[in-house]
């Protein structure tokens, strides 16, 4: 990819700002993240939208198997 493109880390939207343009216009809507990694160690996330950042939200939470949520299910007759 060539530098100076932004990429939605979950959609792959690709906008690449112009010398024309302000960042702040053509990434309008726009959402970064920066996550610590540990010292030293920062990593970046771009998303187009609040859906793409919500989709890679919940995809670092871990969920909860279903065969243990169906287990307490089986317990109440």
């Not at 702040?24 to 010292?39: A, H, I, N, T, Y």
């Not at 950042?53 to 969920?63: F, G, I, N, T, Y």
């Amino acid at each position: 990819m060539p530098k100076g493109y932004f990429i939605c880390h979950s959609c792959g939207k690709q906008v690449k700002p112009s010398t024309d343009e302000p960042p702040c216009e053509v990434l309008e809507g726009w959402l970064m993240v920066s996550r610590w990694k540990g010292p030293q160690a920062v990593e970046h996330h771009n998303f187009c939208s609040l859906t793409c950042l919500k989709k890679w939200s919940d995809a670092q939470v871990p969920r909860v198997p279903d065969v243990y949520l169906r287990a307490f299910d089986e317990g109440k007759d």
